[in-house]
């Protein structure tokens, strides 16, 4: 039985986070670590305290919006968003994090990640959203996809 590397340990909590998820159209998980600790986790759904998606529907999947376009027509949290506010909410800074994302993060995500101070995101899979790739590229934000890692 071998150990898993750091990265395989991190992101496979990160998939374990996404099993929460209760978006209608994709589960994703987001872990913030650093130093080897998790500082925050999140997956994506709706606000605290508010139904659900599984529970009353999802409008873009009613109107057919294809998957990275029209963010503003989801009642949702993306898990990015959700690792930053709960770092936020319990005062834990997540300055030159990494962060371990089911999914590339969309350009919305990726503006709050770079402004958020994160230095890295390893990712498992990719997203329709090319803008995400440029911004944080541009920004010096280290991306690795974790077969590539």
């Avoid at 925050?40 to 599984?54: D, I, M, Q």
Wanted: aromatic share 6%; with cysteine; net charge positive.
């Amino acid at each position: 039985m071998s150990r898993p590397s750091w990265k395989e340990y991190f992101m496979d909590i990160a998939f374990l986070v996404a099993k929460r998820a209760t978006c209608r159209r994709r589960r994703v998980g987001a872990v913030a670590v650093r130093d080897k600790r998790i500082l925050a986790s999140g997956y994506n759904g709706a606000p605290a305290g508010l139904p659900h998606c599984l529970d009353i529907g999802c409008l873009r999947e009613e109107l057919d919006v294809p998957s990275g376009e029209r963010h503003e027509l989801c009642r949702g949290l993306h898990a990015e968003q959700n690792v930053i506010i709960q770092a936020a909410y319990h005062g834990v800074s997540i300055k030159e994090a990494t962060i371990y994302c089911t999914n590339l993060p969309c350009s919305i995500c990726s503006k709050m990640i770079i402004n958020a101070g994160i230095r890295e995101i390893i990712y498992q899979d990719g997203y329709a959203d090319p803008m995400s790739k440029e911004m944080l590229t541009a920004a010096g934000v280290k991306l690795a996809q974790l077969d590539e890692a």
